[in-house]
């Protein structure tokens, strides 16, 4: 593209923009970064009733209510949760918050016989990941 056009459609959009349609009214971080930080309060017993507390995966946006079997949460040291949706989600969560210090990781328990699974503690989980069983 020859910079003369690029100048030409910059100006253009340039003069619509009063005229195109104004953003959604939302959080001043989305589009950031600063969007994926957990945006409740400090809560310090996350897990009960984790999936009215968290209904939607932050990160895609999936119902957690209706993959309750692959869900996650992460509680951090200054209390705030994050409430995932699958083992994927909650990796983008400890790599965006990287300054915050995980408590505790629950993972859905699939050897409950209840529904929604219950939340148990990530480390006493067993994880099965690559292979050919169809995921979430």
């Known amino acids: 593209m020859k910079r003369r056009t690029l100048l030409q459609t910059t100006a253009a959009l340039v003069a619509l ?45 999936m119902s957690r209510k209706e993959y309750h079997h692959s869900r996650m949460l992460v509680q951090f040291s200054d209390d705030l949760a994050d409430g995932t949706c699958s083992i994927h989600c909650t990796a983008i969560s400890l790599a965006i918050n990287l300054d ?29 990941v690559g292979s050919d069983i169809k995921g979430v």
Do not use: S, W
């Open 17 to 61: 923009a009063p005229v195109l349609p104004a953003r959604a009214e939302g959080c001043a971080t989305d589009g950031t970064p600063m969007q994926f930080i957990p945006k409740g309060a400090p809560d310090p017993n996350p897990t009960a009733d984790d999936i009215a507390k968290y209904p939607k995966c932050p990160y895609c946006g």
């Open 100 to 128: 915050r210090v995980p408590k505790a990781i629950h993972v859905a328990d699939n050897a409950a016989a209840t529904d929604p699974l219950p939340l148990t503690d990530a480390e006493k989980a067993t994880f099965l």
